[in-house]
């Protein structure tokens, strides 16, 4: 399965915007791993990385880099598994910067011929299992004041199973006067949902991306839908897209399609800066890494994305300001066609409460 990030969510796996979403358990039990065991784990990386990161000259960078620190004994005195997944991520990751790249230590044993984009029957429904514990991303629904629409939403998750719920979501958002969708907690997904969430907000079929792979030059194009379940917003009403320093990967992406399109406004923080997309390859019993093995290109912006350098907002505010900020800029846009007076009084004090919350 195409993945720009892992769907489920180790929150103690890795700290930062740069968290990639491991299959591993939580609260898992760390273990020893001998000089052997180190030396053989670094030997399937290097074999992982060569033959399916997404640029070649950078996996032979990453080799050098590994062998030179194995060779200065930086690896020698780290006896923990969970510890050296760690410190091996840093190593990879400070070639490039790619947040993308992630050593991931299992309790659990990792069966033979797991990762690679191949999940068996119980892998997949142990997700579909968790998605829904997470309700499919879709954390909150909300009317807010002067009927603002407000989606809450952490995952982009895998799409066949999503795809009912984000309708439903979508289809209470139609009616309000704009809405303001909340991306400042989502690490990621499959970029199928980031083109179905862009279709609610397109009237028309639009070529999102294409997601180039290395191997056998596999484009997958990403095109939004022609039907959808639920309503659309269609592409009249007013939409703002809230991001954090945490925002990454597929939400990334869908930030960047809107703003480009000039869809939506986004408002917050600069994003995290993830474009390239990977699996989880295995590398023995009980380690496995996330390795980006294409790239997102836009075809909106004629080849460009956002990797490593994020997603800029449109009004640049702290994350946690960005709700109020939003709501302000709709108010004070609605505040201009508004010819009641008792109502525009209303929405200036409104926006007056806003301002203070941001103090």
Known sequence: MKRIAALIL???CMTGPAMAQAPMQRNQADMTIAAKGRDQLIDQLVKTLNASYVFPEKAKLMEKALRARQASGAYKNISSAAKLAEVLTADIRAINNDQHLLVVYSEQEIPEGAGGGVQSAAERAAELAELKAMNF?????ERLPFNIGYLDFRIFGRTDAAAA??????????????????????????PETVALLASYLLDQPVHL???EYRKGNRVDPMWTREKVEGTRLGSGKEVYILTS???FSAAEDFSYAMKHLKRAKIVGENTAGGAHPGDFERLSAHFQAFVP????????TNGGNWEGTGVAPDIAVPATHALAAA???????????ENDKARAARMQARIAALQQERK
């Open 10 to 12: 180790a929150a103690s």
């Open 137 to 141: 991303g879709i954390d909150r629904v």
């Open 165 to 190: 719920s984000i309708g439903a979501a979508m289809t209470l958002l139609s009616n309000s006067n704009a809405v303001i969708i909340d991306l400042r907690r989502n690490g990621g997904g499959e």
């Open 209 to 211: 991306s294409d997601i």
């Open 245 to 247: 320093e945490h925002t």
């Open 293 to 300: 093995n294409g790239r997102s290109v836009s075809k909106i």
């Open 327 to 337: 709501q302000q800029a709709i108010l004070t846009s609605m505040l201009e066609k």
